[in-house]
């Protein structure tokens, strides 16, 4: 035990002297714009970098194309309608001498777009360090997330520990809007472990679940025009007023209604319904100037995991119906409600694995040895590529990331102190769980 301590120390003292350098990657990750913009992404040059990391770590690298793992396009867990041109995942294996358990640290390289939105205080891609802060788009979603688990890698082995178990690193493409194609087609490549860790934006809250969201486009036709030119206009903008009040009272009703999942029993709103668009008429500056002909929002109910598609498309159709043929303006020009239109179509599915599986336990002692403090277990307060490995992989994977803020909007950062916090808890969770001689 007592050598066992020693080396556990070791390998934090280590990653204190990497902190530079994990700096370093992730200012460099933020500096390399990678933003998805469906169909398309442009993750191929944070890839190269990414490749060029690990194979620093001396692992067996596997660079590919999602499309170029036989039988992906075919199988019920891809997303359809993306391309894939110059946009490779990387997998580095790391293999053990034998006798551990084998772990996957999972991250995504693509970000949300740098938006038209103002950024007040650095350039996007700057990667500017303020204080504690590096700020930058994917900063907090997610490079800081794959800044730390290379950086954890490189702790573990600088440290000069023998691992049994196969670690695996990987940064997927394509994970941003619903992707998550990057992810199964690791799957479908034969990249399993006893266990996996998504450093999605936890802000260090270790989370064995996460919601599901599926987007559906509202729609309101309307009559264009101007209300003196001889004939009777409607404007669904009044009508689409109606809806967005009873989205209002549909999340305070499914939050009053709907008996609180274990791990979400400290959120404030457990199951948040998201306005995420909203447009009317011709928004453009030389657009014209009257009635808008529709008026159109997109909104993301999330749900618990254990509730199925089904099951939520029943609730929310039926809650819709309701509204529209009990409102003297809706009943009279009813919306259309559509969640196929080829940005929404993915449902992002809950995922949930048992609260005290030996992963959980593992990254919670490891976190309170790296930071002196009780880990937080609770639900992870948003989406993501989780439910690929629980649905369709024999992979049970929980999501710890760093803290930071403003991830899908200006000003994003992730915090220093926290990217610390995350690397030295997955490089103990990393000696802790495959083992080592």
């Given at each position: 035990m007592v050598g066992d301590q020693a080396l556990r120390d070791r390998i934090l003292r280590v990653v204190d002297d990497?902190?530079?350098?994990?700096?370093?990657?992730?200012?460099?990750?933020?500096?390399?714009?990678?933003?998805?913009?469906?169909?398309?992404?442009?993750?191929?040059?944070?890839?190269?970098?990414?490749?060029?990391?690990?194979?620093?770590?001396g692992v067996e690298l596997d660079v590919f194309l999602p499309t170029e793992v036989e039988g992906i396009e075919d199988h019920p867990g891809y997303l359809k309608g993306r391309d894939y041109r110059d946009r490779p995942n990387v997998v580095a294996r790391l293999r053990g001498e034998g006798g551990g358990r084998s772990l996957i640290l999972s991250g995504h390289m693509d970000t949300s777009p740098k938006e038209p939105l103002p950024w007040s205080r650095y350039d996007p891609f700057s990667g500017a360090v303020e204080g504690d802060r590096i700020y930058g788009r994917g900063g907090f979603d997610m490079k800081g997330g794959l800044a730390a688990a290379y950086i954890a890698a490189e702790a573990v082995l600088d440290a000069g520990v023998k691992l049994k178990g196969d670690l695996i690193l990987e940064s997927v493409v394509d994970e941003e809007y619903g992707g998550a194609n990057g992810t199964l087609a690791a799957r479908l490549?034969?990249?399993?472990?006893?266990?996996?860790?998504?450093?999605?934006?936890?802000?260090?809250?270790?989370?064995?679940?996460?919601?599901?969201?599926?987007?559906?486009?509202?729609?309101?036709?309307?009559?264009?025009?101007?209300?003196?030119?001889?004939?009777?206009?409607?404007?669904?903008v009044y009508g689409m007023a109606r809806i967005i009040e009873a989205l209002r009272n549909y999340e305070v009703i499914r939050n009053e209604k709907t008996p609180r999942h274990p791990l979400y029993r400290d959120e404030p709103i457990p199951l948040p319904v998201l306005i995420k668009k909203l447009k009317a008429g011709e928004v453009e500056p030389?657009?014209?100037l009257g009635l808008p002909r529709d008026c159109w929002l997109l909104v993301g109910p999330q749900f618990y995991p254990g509730m199925s598609e089904e099951e939520f498309d029943r609730e929310f159709l039926g809650f819709m119906k309701a509204v529209v043929e009990t409102d003297p303006i809706l009943s009279r020009n009813p919306p259309t409600i559509s969640s196929s239109e080829p940005y929404i179509r993915r449902i992002v599915e809950p995922s949930e694995i048992d609260r005290d599986h030996p992963i959980v336990k593992t990254v919670e002692a490891a976190f309170q040895e790296a930071t002196g403090r009780e880990g937080m277990v609770k639900g992870a307060p948003f989406p993501c590529d989780a439910f690929i490995f629980t649905k369709y992989s024999r992979t049970p994977v929980l999501v710890f990331g760093p803290a930071g803020e403003n991830a899908h909007a200006p000003d994003e950062y992730v915090t220093i102190s926290s990217l610390l916090a995350l690397t030295k808890t997955l490089a103990l969770t990393i000696l802790k769980w495959c083992g080592h001689r």
């Open positions: 990497l902190r530079d350098e994990l700096i370093d990657v992730t200012r460099r990750l933020i500096q390399i714009p990678t933003e998805n913009k469906p169909p398309k992404g442009y993750e191929k040059e944070g890839q190269e970098y990414i490749a060029g990391l690990y194979s620093r770590l490549r034969g990249y399993e472990a006893d266990a996996a860790i998504l450093m999605e934006c936890s802000s260090l809250a270790i989370c064995p679940a996460n919601r599901g969201d599926k987007n559906w486009l509202i729609t309101i036709r309307g009559v264009p025009g101007m209300p003196y030119t001889g004939y009777e206009p409607t404007n669904p030389e657009g014209a």
